[in-house]
C-alpha cells in the first residue's frame, strides 16, 4: 500500500536533563518515515530543506526505503531549525527557537507517481501546506491522519480548523487538546475536537500513553516502561508514522485495527525515546518491534 508523508525536515537542538545536543537531524517527517518505513516500503516523501542539509541523511533515509523525489532542496536557503528544552519530568518541554527558513515559502509539489497514494500522513507543518496537499491530491486517500501543534494554534487557527474539517484522523497531546476546544476534561474536549471533522482522534499523553477516541467508544494504550528514556523529541511523529505505517500494511481503517496500530505507534515511540534523535530508528528488526508489541500486551492482560 502507498503512503505519503509531508512534513518538516529538519535541524535541532535538543536540551535534556540528561544532555544536550548541537544541531541534530530532526522534523517531524524524518520521524514519520523512518518509524513507518518499518512496515511498508516505498514511503513516498514531500518535503523541503536547505542547502545547509547533509546529502548523507538524505541518502541514509533512501536506504531505509524513503523515496525521497518529493523532497526539495533550496540551495540558497536555510533549513528549518527548531530548538527545544525539556523539564525534568521529560512530559512538558519549552520551545526556545522556531527559525522556519525554507518552510516560510515551501510550495509542496506533489510528484506524478505519488498521485493516487492510499494514505496520507500530514505531518507538523504550517495549516495552509497542509492543505494545499490534500487539494492537489487528484483522489482522496482511504485515510488521512493530521498531525499538529501548539505553535499552529497560536498563529493559524482558522486555517487550522479547516485543515482539520477535511482529515480522518487527528493526532494531537492533551495540552493541545485542552487549548483547541477550550475544555478541561479530555472526554468532553475529545467529543468538541470530533464536531469539527475527524472521526477519530488520538490524545498522546507522552509516558502515560495516548488514547483514541471514536464516536462514544475509547481505547487506552499505556506507554511502556523503559529502562533509559533519554529524549522524547520526534516521539508523536514516530508514533504517527508506526500508526499509520501498521494501517497501511494491512490496509484496513475500522477501529480494531486502529486500536492496534494505536500500540504500534507506541511501541515504535518508545524505540525513539531511547537515543537522541532519529538515531534509534535507523537499525531495528521485525522482532524487536513485535517483542515489544507483545510486552504492551503483557503489561494490560489481566
Ligand atoms: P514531536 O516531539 O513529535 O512533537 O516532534 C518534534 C519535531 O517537530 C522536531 O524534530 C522539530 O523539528 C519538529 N517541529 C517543531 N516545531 C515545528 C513546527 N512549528 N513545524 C514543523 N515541525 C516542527
Known amino acids: 500500500m502507498s503512503l505519503l508523508v509531508i512534513g518538516s525536515v529538519a535541524f535541532d537542538a535538543i536540551e535534556t536533563p540528561f544532555g544536550k545536543t ?6 517531524a517527517a524524518s520521524y514519520i518515515s523512518l518509524s513507518a518505513s518499518y512496515f511498508v516500503k516505498p514511503i513516498n516523501l514531500v518535503a523541503v530543506v536547505g542547502g545547509d542539509f547533509p546529502q548523507e541523511y538524505i541518502d541514509s533515509i533512501r536506504s531505509k526505503g524513503v523515496d525521497t523525489k518529493g523532497l526539495q532542496i533550496k540551495s540558497t536557503e536555510k533549513s528549518f531549525f527548531w530548538s527545544g528544552k525539556y523539564n525534568y519530568d521529560l ?4 520551545t526556545l527557537i522556531t527559525e522556519l527558513n525554507v518552510l516560510g515559502n515551501f510550495d509542496p509539489i506533489i510528484p506524478d507517481d505519488y498521485q493516487n497514494c492510499e494514505y496520507l500522513m500530514l505531518g507538523n507543518l ?3 501546506v497542509q492543505l494545499k496537499v490534500i487539494e492537489r491530491l487528484h483522489n482522496r486517500p482511504k485515510l488521512i ?3 499538529t501543534m501548539n505553535f499552529w494554534m497560536d498563529i493559524a487557527l482558522d486555517s487550522l480548523k479547516q485543515v482539520i474539517s477535511k482529515v480522518d484522523v487527528l ?6 487538546a485542552r487549548q483547541l476546544s477550550g475544555e478541561y476534561q479530555l472526554k ?6 470530533m464536531l469539527l471533522g475527524p472521526k477519530y482522534l488520538i490524545i498522546k499523553k507522552g509516558e502515560h500513553g495516548a488514547i483514541l477516541f471514536h464516536e462514544d467508544r475509547s481505547f487506552y494504550a499505556p506507554a511502556l516502561l523503559l529502562d533509559q528514556v533519554f529524549d522524547p523529541t520526534g ?3 514516530t508514533f504517527a508514522g508506526g500508526f499509520l505505517g501498521y494501517i497501511a500494511k494491512k490496509d484496513k481503517t475500522d477501529f480494531d485495527t486502529l486500536k492496534k496500530a494505536l500500540v504500534y505507534g507506541s511501541a515504535m515511540a518508545s524505540f525513539c525515546v531511547e537515543k537522541f534523535g532519529t538515531e534509534n530508528l535507523f537499525n531495528l528488526t521485525e522482532q524487536q518491534i513485535e517483542d515489544r508489541f507483545n510486552q504492551f500486551r503483557i503489561m494490560v492482560e489481566f
Open 22 to 27: 548541537d544541531k541534530i537531524i530532526g522534523g
Open 91 to 94: 512530559n512538558s518541554r519549552d
Open 126 to 128: 504550517s495549516p495552509d
Open 145 to 147: 491522519v493530521l498531525d
Open 171 to 176: 493526532t494531537i497531546n492533551d495540552e493541545e
Open 188 to 193: 468532553k474536549a475529545a467529543q468538541k475536537i
Open 235 to 237: 516521539a508523536g511523529d
